[in-house]
């Protein structure tokens, strides 16, 4: 019998459903809290969404989800970044192979797997219990499809046969207070980056950190990419696309997210997300000192940044 596309995702999505199911049956509150590492892991609910939270582990304190699950709708991404992220379709529609530095509760990876039936999803995390709360609390099952390495996100890609090359990469990594680790932002990263991409590759990075140096590591990456995109939320993150491919004006970047959205009839508006994204080059009031910001490198983590 023909295994058809809406066939195939109907039972994956029943799948998720029977995992998660439990979850409405639970008070509000917090359901899980486990020290790891430095950081403080819990799982959250209100009402019928549950949140992944990492906090320092000294203060307690956290302005970060890592994970947002509507247990409801667990397609849908709730998120305006994670919904950014997906714009990397525009450029690579049909990807084969997905790399993800960073694996939370695992929304991002799930959304790639259910609706990209090809696609192979590889994921990097450091803390092996982010990995147990997704596949415990979020619903996340692991096939030959999607697959998760208890590693650093960097040094694993640099291993990866030079055969592989990834159609798109997505650098989604931070530590509870928010800030991204400086390995994940240099040129000597976004340059392994580059090697590790398809020829019409797309790279995905999730800035959530100061302004300035969100600006920096955007200004660092423009060092490796030609063209490089961005959207800036109000709640101070960005998402920056970045690749080599010829530049794509915004009507054309509408038009293809509108296709992408009405062909796989997404649970989110991938539309919305087309209309926030400009040219860093468009964007020249958004930090007034950019000639005086440093390109980071490997070589020396800036004063400041773990201010």
């Not at 140096?213 to 970045?242: D, L, M, P, R, W």
Request: glycine share 4%; net charge negative; with cysteine.
């Amino acid at each position: 019998m023909t295994d058809y596309k809406g066939d195939r995702q109907s039972r994956n999505l029943a799948l998720i459903n029977e995992q998660i199911n439990w979850l409405q049956q639970q008070p509000d509150g917090i359901l899980f809290q486990q020290n790891s590492g430095d950081n403080c892991i819990a799982v959250k609910k209100i009402k019928s969404v549950l949140l992944l939270l990492l906090a320092d582990r000294e203060t307690l304190s956290t302005n970060v989800a890592q994970s947002i699950l509507d247990l409801n709708n667990p397609l849908n991404l709730i998120f305006p970044y994670a919904r950014a992220m997906l714009l990397a379709l525009v450029w690579k529609n049909q990807p084969k192979n997905i790399y993800i530095i960073g694996f939370g509760g695992g929304s991002i990876p799930r959304v790639f797997h259910h609706y990209f039936a090809d696609a192979i999803v590889e994921c990097t995390d450091i803390d092996p219990t982010v990995v147990e709360v997704a596949h415990n609390f979020f619903g996340i099952l692991f096939d030959d499809r999607l697959k998760v390495a208890i590693q650093d996100g960097r040094e694993y890609l640099a291993q990866q046969k030079s055969t592989v090359k990834n159609d798109i990469i997505i650098v989604d990594a931070g530590f509870g207070s928010g800030y991204m680790p400086y390995r994940l932002v240099t040129q000597e990263f976004y340059q392994l980056c580059k090697t590790r991409l398809s020829s019409a590759g797309v790279l995905v990075v999730h800035l959530f950190h100061k302004q300035e140096f969100n600006a920096a590591a955007v200004k660092t990456i423009q060092t490796v990419f030609a063209q490089v995109y961005i959207c800036n939320f109000e709640t101070g993150n960005s998402i920056v696309i970045a690749t080599n491919t010829p530049d794509l004006a915004k009507n054309e970047i509408f038009l293809k997210a509108e296709l992408i959205q009405d062909f796989h009839n997404l649970e989110f508006s991938l539309i919305e997300m087309s209309l926030q994204l400009k040219k860093v080059a468009q964007l020249p009031e958004w930090v007034k000192n950019w000639e005086t910001l440093p390109i980071f490198t490997d070589a020396e983590i800036p004063a400041g940044y773990w201010d």
